[in-house]
C-alpha cells in the first residue's frame, strides 16, 4: 500500500509540473496562434496547415517509436538493469536514425511530388509552398533522431525538465511571431525559417541535457540481435496502427484540401488548435501517469496496473469535463473574442474533435496497459482496421458532394470502435476488468456531462452574448461539473481521502493565520 501512495505521489508532483507547463504554453499558444493568423492571413494559414499535413502523413515515423521507446527504457529501469538499459537506448537511437533516412527519402520523392501536384495550392504560392515543405521535411528528421532523447526524460519522470523545455519552445514561437508583425518581405517564408530555427535550437538543447544526466544516452554500436528483434517487431506492427491513426488525422486534411480550399484547411488548423490546447491539459495527467504502468508491469503486479490504467482513464475523463464542457456550450463567443472572424466550418469542427477528444482521453491509459506488453501485433491490426476505414468512406461521401463536416462525424465514430478493440485485448493480456471499466469510466462520465451541461446551458440562454455571458456560463458550469464528479464520479474512499486533504489544508492555513 505504502508504493501505491508513493507512486500516487510521484504521479501528482509531476502532473504538478505539466500543468504549470500547460498553464504558460497554453496562455503563450493562443495568443501565437491569433498573431499567426493575423500576420499570415487566413489563406497562408490554411496553406502553412495543409503542407504541413503532407509532411505530418510522411513524418509519422516521428512517433512511431515515441510511446515505443519510452516503454522499453521504463522497464528497463524497472528492472534495474543499467548495461541493459544503454543497449535499450543505442538500439532504439539506430533504429530512429534509419526511420529518420527513410523519411527524408520518402518525403523528397513521393512528398515532394504530391505537394506540387496533387495538392490544391495558388501558383502564386508554389515557391512558399516548397520552402514551408523543405523546412519542415528537414524538422521531421531533427525530431525523429530527437525522440530517443524525449523519452529518456519522461522515463526518468523528469516533468519538471521537460516543462522547462516546452516553456522554452513557446516562448521562441511567440517571439518569433511578434517579429512577424515588424517584417515586410514574405511573412510565410520567414516564419517557417524562424520556426526551424527554433526546433534546430530545441534539437541541440535535449541532446545536450540527457548526455549530461543520463548514462544511458551516450550511444554505443553494439549489435543485439534478439534486442533489436524485440524492438523492430515492436516498431513494425506498431507502425501499421501509427500510419492508420496519421492516415485518419492528416488523410482528412489532405482530402479537404482537395475538394475544397485553403480556407476549411485553415477551419481545421484553428479547430487542432483549440483540441491541442484542451487535450494538453488532460495528457499532462497521463503523460505522468505512463512510465508507472510500465514500471507496474516490469514488476509483473498486473493488478495494480489494471488499478492504475482505469484510474488514469477516469481522471482524464474528469479533467477533460471541466474544461472542455465550457468551450463545447461557448464554442462561438470564444472563438470570436479570440480571434474576432469566425471561419465557416470552424465552430462544428471544434465541438466534434471536442467529442473525439473525449474517447481518446479515456482510450489512451488502455494504450499504455497494452504497449507495456509489447505485444503489437493483435493491437495494431484492429485499430488499423477501424481508423483506416475513414479515409475511403470520408473520399465517398465528400465525392458525393457532402459537407466538410461530414469527414469530422466519420473520424468520431472511429475511436469508439477502436477503444472497444483495446478493451478487449487488454482484457486478454491482463484480465482487465471490461464491466468494471465501462460503468465506471465511459458511463459514468458520459452521465456527468449530461447532467453537467443542463445549468450552464441556461445561464448561456439567458443572458446577451459578451465576456459577462462567457465568464458566469463556466463559472457555472465548473461548479456544477465539480460537484458532480465529487459525489458520482469517485468513489466513498477517495472522496474521503479528499475531505481529508481539504480539512487538512484548512486547519493548516487557519492555525497559521492565528
Avoid at 204 to 211: K, T
Avoid at 423 to 429: A, H, M
Avoid at 458 to 465: A, G, K, P, R, Y
Wanted: proline fraction near 3%; charge should be positive; hydrophobic fraction near 50%.
Amino acid at each position: 500500500m505504502s508504493d501505491i501512495s508513493a507512486n500516487d505521489k510521484r504521479i501528482a508532483k509531476n502532473t504538478l509540473y505539466l500543468y504549470m507547463r500547460m498553464l504558460i504554453t497554453l496562455v503563450i499558444g493562443l495568443f501565437t496562434a491569433r498573431v499567426t493568423i493575423n500576420a499570415l492571413g487566413i489563406h497562408d494559414y490554411g496553406l502553412m496547415n495543409v503542407v504541413g499535413g503532407v509532411m505530418g502523413f510522411l513524418a509519422y515515423f516521428s512517433s512511431l517509436l515515441s510511446q515505443g521507446t519510452s516503454r522499453f527504457l521504463t522497464v528497463g529501469l524497472g528492472k534495474g538493469d543499467m548495461k541493459q538499459l544503454r543497449n535499450i537506448f543505442s538500439a532504439c537511437g539506430t533504429i530512429h536514425i534509419v526511420l529518420a533516412l527513410v523519411t527524408l527519402i520518402l518525403g523528397e520523392t513521393v512528398g515532394l511530388w504530391f505537394v506540387n501536384y496533387k495538392l490544391v495550392i495558388d501558383p502564386d504560392r508554389m515557391f512558399a509552398a516548397n520552402y514551408i515543405y523543405q523546412l519542415t521535411l528537414f524538422s521531421s528528421f531533427l525530431g525523429i533522431t530527437q525522440t530517443p532523447y524525449i523519452a529518456s526524460i519522461t522515463s526518468h519522470e523528469k516533468m519538471s525538465t521537460f516543462a522547462f523545455m516546452s516553456i522554452l519552445d513557446v516562448v521562441f514561437k511567440l517571439t518569433i511571431v511578434v517579429m512577424l508583425l515588424y517584417i515586410d518581405t514574405d511573412k510565410l517564408i520567414m516564419y517557417s525559417t524562424f520556426y526551424f530555427c527554433t526546433n534546430l535550437f530545441m534539437f541541440f538543447m535535449y541532446r545536450i541535457y540527457c548526455l549530461r544526466k543520463f548514462e544511458e544516452c551516450n550511444m554505443h554500436l553494439r549489435w543485439d540481435p534478439k534486442l533489436y528483434k524485440d524492438i523492430w517487431n515492436y516498431v513494425g506492427w506498431n507502425s501499421i496502427g501509427t500510419f492508420a491513426f496519421m492516415a485518419n488525422n492528416q488523410g482528412i486534411t489532405i482530402l479537404l484540401n482537395m475538394f475544397f480550399s485553403t480556407v476549411v484547411n485553415a477551419a481545421r488548423g484553428i479547430a487542432t488548435t483549440v483540441s491541442s490546447q484542451v487535450s494538453g491539459f488532460v495528457m499532462n495527467f497521463q503523460v505522468a501517469a505512463g512510465p508507472q504502468i510500465y514500471k507496474l508491469y516490469a514488476k509483473g503486479e498486473y493488478q495494480q496496473m489494471n488499478r492504475l490504467v482505469c484510474n488514469t482513464a477516469k481522471y482524464s475523463s474528469y479533467l477533460l469535463i471541466l474544461i472542455g464542457l465550457p468551450v463545447f456550450i461557448k464554442t462561438e463567443i470564444l472563438i470570436r473574442l479570440w480571434l474576432g472572424n469566425i471561419p465557416e466550418y470552424v465552430i462544428p469542427f471544434i465541438r466534434i474533435t471536442l467529442i473525439e477528444l473525449f474517447f481518446k482521453a479515456i482510450d489512451f491509459p488502455i494504450g499504455n496497459g497494452i504497449h507495456a506488453f509489447g505485444k503489437m501485433k493483435l493491437p495494431n491490426i484492429t485499430s488499423s482496421i477501424a481508423y483506416i476505414s475513414v479515409l475511403p468512406l470520408t473520399y465517398i461521401f465528400l465525392r458525393l458532394g457532402a459537407s466538410p463536416v461530414i469527414a469530422y462525424i466519420i473520424a468520431c465514430v472511429s475511436y469508439p470502435l477502436a477503444m472497444a478493440c483495446d478493451l478487449w485485448i487488454l482484457n486478454k493480456f491482463s484480465g482487465f476488468d471490461i464491466k468494471f471499466y465501462l460503468l465506471n469510466v465511459p458511463l459514468k462520465s458520459i452521465l456527468i456531462i449530461l447532467l453537467s451541461a443542463i445549468l450552464p446551458v441556461f445561464v448561456s440562454n439567458s443572458f446577451e452574448d459578451g465576456w459577462l455571458n462567457l465568464i458566469l456560463t463556466s463559472a457555472v458550469c465548473a461548479m456544477v461539473s465539480a460537484v458532480l464528479v465529487f459525489y458520482i464520479g469517485l468513489d466513498a474512499e477517495m472522496r474521503e481521502k479528499v475531505l481529508r486533504k481539504v480539512k487538512n489544508k484548512l486547519a493548516f492555513v487557519f492555525n497559521k493565520n492565528t
